[in-house]
């Protein structure tokens, strides 16, 4: 969350596994790869300047070497009348790499 506030797409990138996985919350498509994350980034991040989030529940599941992480977060997107906020829920499975920990799958969903 802390590298979706600083807005750098780059950074939100440098999280996940060149094969990675996104069921994202704003598209009807499942992404896969860093290309096509890109491109959902640029539009989820560039048409929400100044947005920022929190993470309001967090699960862990180890599993072998896999760690899975459920929750909840909340976005706040900045708008003439302050901050709209949107909830959504979220699951991410985090692999060990030689770089450093890297996302494999990701799904959001805004709550319903």
Do not use: C
Not at 73 to 93: E, I, L
Not at 96 to 103: D, N
């Amino acid at each position: 969350m802390q590298r979706i506030s600083s807005g750098s797409i780059p950074a939100v990138l440098d999280l996940y596994h060149r094969s990675a996985v996104l069921v994202p919350t704003y598209s009807d498509s499942i992404l896969r790869g860093k290309q096509q994350l890109l491109g959902y980034f640029k539009e989820f991040m560039g048409e929400r300047p100044g947005m920022f989030g929190t993470i309001d529940t967090i699960m862990r599941q180890k599993v072998g070497a896999l760690s899975v992480y459920s929750g909840t977060y909340t976005f706040y997107v900045p708008d003439q009348n302050g901050n709209q906020s949107v909830k959504a829920r979220f699951t991410y499975v985090v692999i060990p790499t030689a770089s450093g920990p890297k996302i494999v799958n990701h799904h959001s969903s805004e709550m319903p």
